[in-house]
């Protein structure tokens, strides 16, 4: 199995906050047992650190008008750079989800295409933790293409609105809605174990199969009751209990992100 991290930048460097994480994924893989060849760090600029080097592609994968669907560009980049073999699962993921226990292949059971979590308090497909074989190509082209049918000429300013658009999630809930070409039968939903979000807590847990394996959450961001999320990770919640392992903690104090 292989561990996919994409950055794609217009000004081909990293924003200061992800030079912090893109160094906590890469100590926690390792620390987790991954293997340096296995950590695939997909972007269009230079960058090396702990023995993991960046794979550069070109800027032809910038998405001008949203730039977090730079990543759908890269997947079917990917394939025509070679970069996706057969019989290997993918398991890419956003920077702010932290894996936070051993994942095998043995256990996702993967007997599809590609498989996601929805976001549990509601069905809507949550890109943020997606794994994915080398058939489901077309999906992607798919998804490239709902993205781009109405393409904007300039960047949006206000983040909801370019999300509501060009967001890789709205548009996978194009194609299963209308289920084009079967497509559902070739997703598999995955426990939410695999792709835990923070909102609805309470609920949230009692619907992920334990052990919980990826904890995805924003910092910085305001969820209930006004904590971050940062603070809910630590313990700061209706469950009474720290969700994030204390290897990701220290790597958090380690690299000035805690």
């Known amino acids: 199995m292989k561990n996919l991290l994409i950055y794609i930048s217009p000004d081909h460097k990293f924003l200061p906050e992800y030079e912090k994480l893109v160094r906590i994924q890469i100590d926690n893989s390792l620390a987790l047992g991954w293997k340096k060849e296995d950590l695939m760090l997909v972007q269009n600029f230079p960058f090396e650190y702990n023995g993991v080097k960046a794979i550069e592609v070109g800027d032809e994968n910038v998405c001008p008008f949203y730039m977090y669907s730079g990543k759908i560009n890269t997947f079917v980049d990917m394939w025509k750079q070679g970069l996706v073999e057969k019989d290997t699962t993918y398991w890419y993921h956003d920077y702010d989800a932290f894996q936070n226990e051993v994942i095998t292949e043995e256990e996702l059971e993967l007997d599809k295409d590609v498989g996601m979590t929805d976001y549990g308090r509601k069905n809507n497909w949550n890109g943020g933790s997606t794994f994915f074989k080398y058939g489901c190509l077309d999906i992607f082209e798919r998804m490239q293409k709902h993205i781009y049918r109405h393409k904007n000429p300039e960047p949006i300013e206000d983040h909801i609105e370019a999300y509501m658009k060009y967001s890789d999630e709205v548009a996978i809930k194009h194609l299963t809605d209308i289920d084009h070409n079967n497509i ?61 392992h204390n290897r990701i903690i220290n790597l958090f104090k380690k690299h000035g992100y805690a």
Do not use: C, W
């Open 184 to 244: 559902n039968e070739r997703i598999k939903r995955m426990n939410i174990k695999y792709n835990f979000n923070l909102r609805y807590i309470g609920a949230m847990y009692e619907q992920a199969e334990k052990e919980i394996k990826v904890l995805h959450f924003h910092r910085d961001r305001k969820y209930s009751n006004h904590t971050t999320g940062l603070d809910i990770a630590l313990g700061r919640n209706e469950l009474g209990r720290p969700l994030l």
